[in-house]
């Protein structure tokens, strides 16, 4: 069947909900490189701690995205949802800069990825409803290029922050309150709702504990796949604090984590539309197949100067699969499901985030710093071939 041909320009909600991920990721990625550093350097939290932190947060995240999915489904409205998410988690960052204990900065990092949660599904359902089929890969392509911009933006200002002093970690904390104010205002002034997404009717609306019997085969074989993929995929703080054991200096942590970034930044809109022309399937498979080398690379790792080729290579992998899943799922799902099967895949993917920090955080402390790497690389390997041959 002849594709269609993709419209000239995109639906303007795609550029300012762009440009308020960009804002948000320069307050949230300020702290990605450093809080793992915080939480070791400053107030000696063990390995396995982090681990819990970080899985717990990220599985607090991927659950409420499942609710929030389905209730902007219900609602038929995404931007209160989005409102309240991006309000939320702007305004609890700043407030790791005031705390003494491991257990606080986990009660902080929850609910921040509460708010992470409620605006995620709402914002990917929106995006949906604002592109036509033939254009989705370049919308969420160019979201993601224009979020990891500012998730590249982050690390520079705190690598320039720990430059001018080093070990100031709660200066960072402070700063990153800026960029998400402005995030918030953005999203408040500019977004619209499309009109064109769910009305809040239909038995997937009805009846939550429905949903997945609405989802194709082919998409329940995907979100298993996602699921062995994910019990793999430790946090990104596992990356930061091999790093650092490799003997990257903590004020250069932050610089090596911005080369991540910027290489997701560069290649996001590209593997995006690559997925549009040859399918989304083959852009994952070669993704999951990336991130299998990149995290044998961090096992096998013995020098400094390796973790920064491998964090440039990260970038590839994000690139690749990131954004392309989300247009997948929509691709496969009605347009009064989309909320709801973007929610579901990240509930399903982020219940398994946290069993895969927790063991991470284990097999560090009980075995050594390269086996988490190990496990993920060969998790990651596996999920690669069922995705191409069987998902």
């Known amino acids: 069947m002849k594709r269609e041909t993709p419209p000239k320009s995109l639906h303007p909600n795609v550029w300012i909900a762009g440009l308020i991920s960009l804002f948000t990721d320069v307050s949230s990625e300020m702290l990605v490189p450093v809080l793992p550093l915080f939480l070791a350097n400053t107030l000696g939290t063990p390995i396995r701690a982090i681990g819990l932190i970080e899985g717990l947060a990220e599985t607090t995240a991927s659950v409420v995205k499942a609710a929030s999915g389905w209730l902007s489904d219900r609602m038929g409205r995404r931007k209160p949802l989005m409102a309240w998410g991006y309000g939320l988690s702007n305004a609890l960052k700043p407030l790791l800069g005031f705390t003494g204990t491991w257990g606080q900065v986990l009660a902080i990092r929850v609910a921040d990825r509460f708010g992470k949660g409620v605006r995620g599904a709402p914002r990917d359902a929106l995006l949906a409803d604002s592109t036509e089929p033939a254009q989705r890969g370049r919308a969420f392509g160019l979201h993601r290029a224009m979020d990891t911009v500012g998730a590249a933006i982050g690390p520079l200002l705190a690598w320039l922050i720990l430059l001018r002093g080093p ?159 989300k247009a997948y799922i929509v691709d496969h799902a009605d347009s009064d499901q989309r909320g709801t099967a973007v929610g579901v895949y990240n509930a399903l993917t982020g219940l398994a985030a946290l069993p895969a920090s927790l063991v991470a955080g284990l097999l560090w402390d009980g075995i050594g710093p390269a086996a988490p790497f190990y496990l993920g690389s060969a998790t990651a390997a596996v999920s690669a071939l069922l995705l191409l041959l069987w998902a």
């Open 167 to 325: 070990g100031h970690y709660r200066v960072v904390f402070w700063w990153a309150a800026v960029p998400g104010i402005v995030a918030v205002a953005l999203l408040v002034a500019f977004l619209r709702e499309t009109g064109v997404g769910p009305r809040g009717n239909g038995p997937i609306l009805r009846n939550w504990s429905l949903s997945l019997r609405f989802l194709s085969p082919r998409l329940r074989r995907f979100m298993l796949v996602g699921v062995l993929f994910a019990l793999g995929n430790s946090a990104d703080a596992f990356l930061i604090l091999r790093a650092q054991d490799l003997g990257l200096a903590a004020a250069l942590v932050p610089l090596a984590y911005f080369i991540f970034n910027a290489s997701y930044a560069l290649l996001s809109y590209p593997a995006g539309a690559l997925s549009d022309k040859v399918g989304r399937k083959p852009v994952m498979g070669v993704g999951f197949a990336v991130f299998a080398l990149i995290y044998f690379g961090f096992g096998a790792a013995t020098r400094s100067w390796m973790a920064w080729p491998l964090f440039l290579l990260y970038g590839l992998y994000y690139a690749g699969t990131e954004g392309i899943q």
